[in-house]
C-alpha cells in the first residue's frame, strides 16, 4: 500500500509545524501554489483558497498512483511518529476504507426520518479522540474500534472509494459536511469506518479565520443546505450507530 498526505492550504501559520509533525525533518518555504515535498509519506499541499473540496479534487487527480489518501488539514499536529504504520495496518483489512484520529460512534438520531426534518438531527454521539484537549469534545480514547463517522481533520480513505463515488461532492459541498458524507457515502459502499487513537493537537479555526469563513449570513445558508444534502441523500445508510 502507498499512502500520500493530501491538505488545502489557504495561509495558515500552523503549516510549517503540521507538515513536519507529520513525518518531514525539514519544509522549506510554501509559497501558496500546488507543493509536493518530498517526503515518506509524500506531501502534497494544494491552494485551497478557493475551497477545500476543489483542492482536495485535484490532488485526488494528481495522486493517482497511491491507493490510500491522507486528508488532513493543514492545523493538525501529529505527536506520534508512528501514525502511519498504525493507520496502514487497519487498511490490511480489505473491508476498512475509512481510518480516522476522531470519530463517533453514532451518527444521526434514532428519529431521524421518522419526524419532520430538523438539522439537529443529523449530528453525531459519543466521540472519541486521543487530541490533546479530547475531554473537551467527548472520551479519550488511545486504542482502535469500529465508529460511525469520522471529524474532517483527518480523513484517511481507499482511493477506489471516491473514485466508485466519482470523486468529491465540489458542487454540493463545501467546508460543511464532507466529513459526513464520506463517511455515509464509506458505510454505502459496503466499507468499515475504523478510529484509531493517535495523539494529536488539532488547532482548530486557523483556516476558518484566514478565510473569513463563518463571519456572514451566507455560512449559516450553506451550513444548513449541506446538512440537508446530507439528509436527502444518504437515507440508506442513516442513522447508524455501531
Known sequence: ????????????????QAAVSWGRNNVFYIDGHDTILENDPMIFIMDGRKGMLPAYQRALDKTYEYDILAFLHDDLIIHDPEWASKVLAEFRDPRVGLVGFGGALGHGS???????????????????SNMDDAEIHG??????????????????????????????????????????????MTRRLGYRIRLVGV?????????????????????????LAAHEYIYNEFKDVLPFHV
Do not use: N
Not at 500500500?1 to 510549517?16: F, N, P, V
Not at 463517522?149 to 458542487?171: C, H, M, N, S, Y
Open 1 to 16: 500500500m502507498k499512502l500520500a498526505i493530501i491538505t488545502a492550504h489557504a495561509g495558515a501559520d500552523s503549516i510549517g
Open 110 to 128: 434514532p428519529e431521524l426520518y421518522k419526524v419532520p426534518y430538523d438539522y439537529h438531527q443529523r449530528g453525531r454521539s459519543q466521540f472519541l
Open 139 to 184: 472520551k479519550r480514547f488511545t486504542g482502535s474500534c469500529d465508529v460511525a463517522v469520522l471529524d474532517g481533520f483527518a480523513l484517511i480513505v481507499r482511493r477506489q472509494i471516491l473514485e466508485k463515488a466519482g470523486g468529491w461532492p465540489v458542487t454540493q459541498l463545501g467546508y460543511v459536511g464532507y466529513d459526513y458524507w464520506l463517511s455515509c
Open 199 to 223: 495523539s494529536c493537537a488539532h488547532l482548530g479555526g486557523r483556516t476558518f479565520v484566514k478565510l473569513g469563513l463563518g463571519q456572514g449570513p451566507e455560512h449559516w445558508a450553506q451550513f
